[in-house]
């Protein structure tokens, strides 16, 4: 890398390395591709500082003594603070480890939240990988993780992304079925990714044990044990989500297991998760801890054929839209208990075909209101009016005369436990609600509406006014807030030009080499009037985009609804002669 550096620097060329791109060639140059895991695991314990109880690895070689100096240091300096570099190594980790790398961000959001992880939740993952179960549970406010996997380097690994993202976790490393290093706990939400057609999962050595209560698994089994271990560790009315082979709906070794399962109203959905076909599909096995002894549950949910995994979490919500069936259990309870979701949801298209209608209706309806929405802009006439004002007041100067305030959170903010709601850096990336939880602080900063919320330094991201959703919350590391004198500074104009600085910043490179400087930012002093039309534009264009991102889901339901009775002939489109 750094010949190519080289070269683009005599070429008169942008090179704009990530620091974490540099470490990882750098480790996998020095580091023995078997022991990548540790050597993060090592990293991990050095950034966090960490020296309490949990998983141990073997010490470090002598050799990465350099690489584990170098690592500390590009994270003392990474623009995303120790944790931004720690997770972007952790992501090439995953990347090259087929197990770890199945469950993506995407599908581990979904499965949190289908799970329904809340603020103060106890998680539990018994085979946590690099941990991307674990950290979607935290990115939802769960407050106690707890982390086992067979490969202590991975554990550790999985806690320190963690720790270093602001939340506690709990680690233990072994065989979850053999050597729980949870038995005493129970979790409000079980999430699991297992190891898959292991069948050296201990079928002799766990005869009788007290985690079967559907039933021995069969010694080619071994994702029902690991079921039965996740539904024994969840408190009753707890929630499982598990990603299963997709044999395991259909193989006939597992009908028992299956059947009692769905007599106990234990499962309650099975899924296929995007990107497999046939044999080679994953599936999302959810299920519920009964809170007592009790019949089957009143339906179970199967989804087929969807492209993306919030679609999962559409149909666990409501199993009408397009790819789902709700099927009562008793229609399951035959000789092959068979629970592939292709077998059930296609038969059941011409149940929802009625839909079709209503819901083009509501995308035309929707297209309509849209098109008064975005704002008409247009050219100054005169080009100077486009230019920069270089003689307009920076942020620094406008505080200084009284218009704005400019606030901070304490550096030592905690972020992941408490009772007060926090405002975090990835909440303003992600343009959603206060996330994040935090505690009292001497000197927090807690956002008022009309505040403008926008990053502190590092790479720039989109600010905002803060509105009802965000008050009362407490404003959390990495961002600034600016609160203006509104009968001189509008909010949303001031936003916008923030907006405008950081994207002419990211343009040029500044962000990849220098922090932005938000203070420094200029702010023609336009009138009242003006910076009041601008930012009702801005609104709008805020809006646009919006109703044109529901819009986009609105005509995917759509198009699934359509296309799917097309297939099946249970849609048919309109003739000339019919056509009214």
């Not at 580091?31 to 950034?47: I, Q």
């Not at 290093?181 to 002799?204: K, S």
């Not at 030009?497 to 702010?523: I, K, N, Q």
């Amino acid at each position: 890398m750094a010949e190519v550096e080289q070269w683009c620097l005599r070429n008169g060329k942008p090179f704009r390395a990530d620091p974490a791109e540099r470490l990882w060639q750098r480790i996998r140059a020095t580091v023995d591709g078997v022991r990548t895991a540790e050597f993060l695991a090592h990293a991990g314990l050095l950034l966090t500082r960490y020296d309490g109880v949990g998983p141990r690895v073997p010490g470090p070689d002598a050799h990465w003594a350099k690489l584990l100096c170098a690592t500390v240091e590009a994270a003392e300096a990474d623009p995303d603070g120790a944790g931004g570099l720690y997770a972007r190594l952790c992501d090439r980790l995953a990347s090259a480890q087929g197990r770890s790398a199945a469950v993506d961000a995407a599908t581990a959001a979904a499965v949190a939240e289908i799970a329904g992880i809340g603020p103060g939740m106890r998680v539990l993952d018994p085979a946590c990988g690099s941990g991307p179960l674990l950290r979607a549970a935290a990115e939802r406010g769960a407050e106690v993780l707890w982390a086992q996997d067979l490969d202590p380097a991975l554990t550790v690994v999985c806690r320190s992304r963690l720790l270093l993202a602001g939340t506690a976790c709990e680690a233990a490393a072994g065989d979850a079925l053999r050597e729980d290093g949870f038995a005493d706990r129970e979790a409000d939400a079980v999430l699991c990714d297992p190891p898959f057609r292991d069948r050296d999962w201990g079928h002799d050595e766990l005869e009788g044990d007290g985690r079967w209560s559907y039933g021995h698994p069969p010694r080619g089994e071994g994702e029902l044990a690991w079921v039965q271990h996740c539904l024994a560790r969840v408190r009753r009315g707890g929630t499982v989500v598990v990603r299963m082979p997709a044999a395991a709906a259909g193989r006939a070794s597992g009908r028992r297991v299956r059947a009692a399962l769905l007599a106990g109203g234990a499962l309650r959905m099975v899924a296929e998760l995007p990107g497999g076909d046939g044999p080679s599909t994953a599936h999302l096995w959810v299920l519920r801890r009964p809170r007592n002894q009790g019949g089957a549950a009143d339906r179970i949910v199967f989804v087929h054929g969807v492209k993306a995994p919030d679609q999962i979490v559409h149909a666990w919500m409501d199993p009408a839209v397009g790819g789902a069936a709700a099927v009562a259990p008793a229609e399951l309870m035959d000789a092959a208990v068979d629970l592939r979701p292709a077998v059930h949801v296609a038969p059941r298209a011409r149940d929802r075909a009625e839909g079709y209608p209503a819901l083009r209706a509501e995308l035309v309806a929707a297209l309509t209101a849209l098109a008064d929405l975005p704002p008409e802009l247009h050219a100054p006439s005169d080009a100077a009016e486009a230019e920069p004002d270089s003689s307009a007041p920076t942020i620094t100067e406008l505080a200084a005369s009284g218009i704005v305030e400019i606030h901070q959170a304490p550096l030592g903010t905690p972020a992941g436990h408490g009772p007060l709601p926090l405002l975090t850096h990835r909440d303003l990336r992600d343009r959603r609600p206060p996330g994040g939880r935090t505690r009292n602080v001497p000197g927090g900063v807690v956002v008022r509406p009309g505040d403008v919320v926008a990053a502190s330094g590092g790479h720039p991201l989109h600010p905002r006014v803060a509105g009802t959703d965000d008050a009362g919350a407490v404003l959390g590391p990495r961002l600034v807030l600016i609160r203006t004198d509104p009968d001189r500074l509008d909010p949303g104009y001031l936003a916008g030009v923030l907006e405008g600085a950081a994207a002419s910043a990211e343009r040029t490179g500044a962000s990849g080499t220098l922090r932005f400087d938000l203070r420094r930012t200029r702010v023609p002093m336009i009138t009242p009037e003006l910076q009041r039309a601008r930012a009702a534009a801005r609104r709008r264009l805020d809006a646009t985009e919006d109703r044109v991102a529901a819009l986009a889901d609105l005509g995917r339901r759509l198009a699934e609804l359509g296309r799917l009775g097309l297939s099946t002939g249970t849609l048919l489109p309109r003739t000339t002669e019919e056509a009214p």
